[in-house]
C-alpha cells in the first residue's frame, strides 16, 4: 500500500498524540495516533505508542481505544516496508497490544479486536532481543559498520534532493529536524567509513544540522541523534507561522520558538550531549576510570567515526565516541 501524504512538511509536525472531541464518560473512542518517523526505530516507536496507549487507559478508563499508525520512510531494498516498520506494525500492535486496543489501523492492515477491550495494560515495556538474533544494540565490543540498509543500492553518485525527500514522506524538501530551507544531503553513515549512496543512507538537514549531526558507524546512532535534536529544535518550526498560529499552539502547550543555548566550551557541549541524549548521571561523570575511558575513547574515535564538512570535531561525534568507549570497558569488566 503507497503511504498517503499530507500536510505542507510533516504531518502537521506532530509525530503522536490522543485526543477525542466527545469528552469522557461518553463511551465513545478515543483515538491514538502515532506517525512513524523515519528517525524512529522499532524501540523508540514501540515505547511511545505504549506511553500513549497507557495514558488513555489512565485518563479515560473504559473508553474504546483506536490505534492509527502512520509510517515514514523504513523502506526496504524492494520498495516494501523494512524490518522495524514491520515488527512496529505486525509483532506488536496487532499481536502484543491489539488485546488493549478495540481496532488498529496501520498502513498494511485494519483490524478490528473480536474479543473485549482490556485494561490489564502492564507498567512498563521490556523489549527484548529480536527473535532473529540480532540486536537493538550496536556491537560496541566489534565496533561494526551497522547501515540500516541491508541490502543497499549499487549506484556510485547521491540520490537527488526530491528522491530523498519522497523517501522520507516529504511533501516538501525541508530540514528533518527545523524545517529550514535550503537543504543539503547528509549521509548517515558517512562515505569514508563504507557508507552506501542508496537513498536510505541519507537525511535532509539545514547547514547548522548537518554540521552538528554524527558521523558514525551506526546507523541507528544518528537517527536518535536526529530524534533527539528533533526535540530539542523542532520549536522553531513554528516560527514562520503566524502571530494567532503561534498563540493557538501555544495554548496547547506546543513550544514555539528555540530555548537559549548559551555559549559553552566544546567539552560542556559533548558532556550536555552525554547527559541529554545517552542519559549519563554526575555519578557517571565522577567514577569514570578517565584514563582508560580516554585510551578506548580514542580507539573509537579512530575506528568507527569519520570527518564531514572538513570539521575537525563534533560534539555529536565526540559524545557518541565517549559512550561506546564506556560500554566498551564495562563489557570489558
Same mark, same amino acid.
Given at each position: ?33 502515532? =506517525? ?33 499508525? =502512520? ?19 505486525? @509483532? ?105 549512496? =542508496? ?18 558507524? =551506526? ?63 554526575? @555519578? ?11 585510551? @578506548? ?37
Amino acid at each position: 500500500m503507497s503511504k498517503k501524504k499530507t500536510g505542507k512538511k510533516r504531518r502537521g509536525g506532530s509525530r503522536s498524540g490522543t485526543g477525542t472531541g466527545t469528552g469522557t464518560g461518553t463511551g465513545k473512542p478515543i483515538a491514538i495516533y502515532h =506517525d512513524m518517523a523515519v528517525y524512529e526505530d522499532f524501540e523508540r516507536a514501540a515505547q511511545r505508542i505504549f506511553l500513549m496507549v497507557r495514558s488513555a487507559r489512565l485518563r479515560f478508563p473504559g473508553t474504546p481505544r483506536i490505534l492509527y499508525l =502512520d509510517v515514514q520512510g523504513h523502506r526496504n531494498a524492494a520498495g516494501g516496508y523494512d524490518g522495524d516498520a514491520l515488527e512496529l506494525m505486525q @509483532e506488536f500492535t496487532l499481536g502484543y497490544l491489539m488485546p488493549f486496543l478495540t481496532e488498529a489501523r496501520t498502513p498494511l492492515l485494519h483490524v478490528a479486536n473480536p474479543r473485549p477491550q482490556r485494561d490489564d495494560l502492564p507498567q512498563a515495556l521490556l523489549i527484548g532481543p529480536p527473535e532473529d538474533g540480532t540486536s537493538h544494540e550496536y556491537d560496541h565490543a566489534g565496533l561494526p559498520l551497522r547501515p540500516r540498509e541491508h541490502a543497499p543500492a549499487d549506484r556510485r553518485s547521491p540520490p537527488g534532493v526530491k528522491a530523498i525527500a519522497e523517501y522520507l514522506g516529504m511533501s516538501e524538501a525541508c530540514c528533518l529536524i527545523c524545517w529550514a530551507t535550503p537543504v543539503e544531503r547528509a549521509h548517515v553513515v558517512p562515505a569514508s567509513l563504507g557508507g552506501s549512496m =542508496d537513498v536510505r543512507n541519507f537525511a535532509l538537514l539545514c547547514r547548522e544540522h548537518h554540521q552538528e549531526a554524527p558521523d558514525v558507524a =551506526d546507523a541507528e546512532s544518528f537517527w536518535a541523534w536526529v530524534d533527539y535534536a528533533e526535540l530539542r529544535d523542532g520549536g522553531s518550526k513554528w516560527l514562520q507561522a503566524s502571530e494567532e498560529e503561534q498563540a493557538r499552539l501555544r495554548a496547547f502547550g506546543v513550544e514555539v520558538g528555540l530555548p537559549p543555548r548559551p555559549a559553552r566550551t566544546f567539552f560542556a557541549e559533548v558532556k550536555d550531549e552525554l547527559r541529554r541524549l545517552y542519559g549519563w548521571s554526575d @555519578e557517571d561523570f565522577a567514577q569514570a576510570d578517565w584514563p582508560s575511558l580516554m585510551e @578506548e575513547f580514542h580507539v573509537v574515535l579512530d575506528t568507527a567515526t569519520g570527518r564531514h564538512f572538513s570539521v575537525d570535531k563534533k560534539a555529536s561525534t565526540y559524545a557518541w565516541a565517549y559512550d561506546v568507549a564506556r560500554r566498551r570497558i564495562a563489557g570489558e569488566e
